[in-house]
């Protein structure tokens, strides 16, 4: 067995429905027991189809009006450089899903500056890298997230992380700025690999065949330059929630079903 792939675990689901429908009630599980203690839970979302649906999912689950929200501060592993409520916008998708519906105060949704707040785009990924630093974690400038959401591209990108390019390279600073985008939009705000990786729990949620190639590279062992999908890892726990058609490339060996 290839090194590293003992330590990801894979769930499958028979399709994006119960995807969402079985990420959502362990996301609320882990945020309830950190606020249980009366500690902070701070959350990195994620955009795309799969990010929205977990959300939307766990915004119709009961157990998520039992929760203190106020201690539970979110942010967005990277967001596009478009106008605030842009259809675009990750935090809108977000908002839209679950976060309008909940008791929480509004300092605690960090949310990117937008293309039409006045600042540009180094000045935007400058303000959220200040905005991280204002709860520093034992790793670097940055929160510790108790869950780090991700979604993985066909191409193995993960943020705004792409394949073999410089950004998926960079570690001495926690936000940087993407320009020339392969995916449009083409100017972007991402968090870097030290800050994802710093996260105590990386959960990668991904549905679709054309995500298959990507899946079984990340699970390989691949040069996280070339998929950088294979380069995050959680402190505690690495899982990839996927459905049965992603999964098409997974070996049986590696699909955790006592998870």
């Not at 979110?74 to 259809?87: Q, T």
């Not at 590279?217 to 996280?224: R, V």
């Not at 899982?239 to 058609?245: G, I, M, N």
Request: net charge negative; charged share 25%; proline share 8%.
């Amino acid at each position: 067995m290839p090194e590293g792939w003992a330590e990801k675990r894979v769930l499958i689901s028979p399709d994006p429905a119960a995807l969402a429908e079985s990420v959502a009630p362990r996301f609320l599980s882990r945020v309830a027991k950190r606020v249980g203690e009366g500690k902070l839970a701070h959350i990195s979302l994620t955009g795309g189809s799969m990010g929205s649906a977990v959300l939307a999912a766990a915004a119709r689950n009961p157990r998520a009006a039992q929760i203190d929200w106020s201690l539970v501060h979110f942010w967005w592993s990277d967001e596009r450089f478009v106008p605030r409520g842009h259809a675009d916008r990750n935090d809108r998708q977000a908002r839209e899903a679950l976060l309008d519906g909940l008791d929480i105060p509004d300092a605690n949704i960090h949310a990117t500056l937008a293309s039409d707040d006045g600042a540009d785009l180094d000045a935007a990924a400058a303000a959220y890298a200040a905005e991280l630093a204002r709860f520093p974690g034992a790793e670097g400038d940055w929160p510790s997230f108790d869950v780090c959401f991700l979604g993985v591209g066909p191409d193995g990108h993960i943020a705004s992380l792409f394949p073999d390019r410089p950004e998926i390279q960079i570690t001495d600073r926690s936000v940087v700025a993407v320009r020339d985008s392969p995916k449009p939009p083409p100017e972007r705000i991402t968090m870097t690999r030290p800050v994802i990786n710093s996260s105590k729990r990386v959960w990668l949620v991904l549905a679709g065949g054309d995500k298959a190639s990507a899946l079984g590279l990340a699970l390989a062992g691949a040069s996280y330059a070339s998929v950088p999908a294979a380069g995050a890892k959680g402190r505690k726990r690495t899982t990839f929630f996927v459905d049965q058609a992603a999964a098409s490339q997974v070996p049986p060996e590696l699909i955790d079903r006592e998870y």
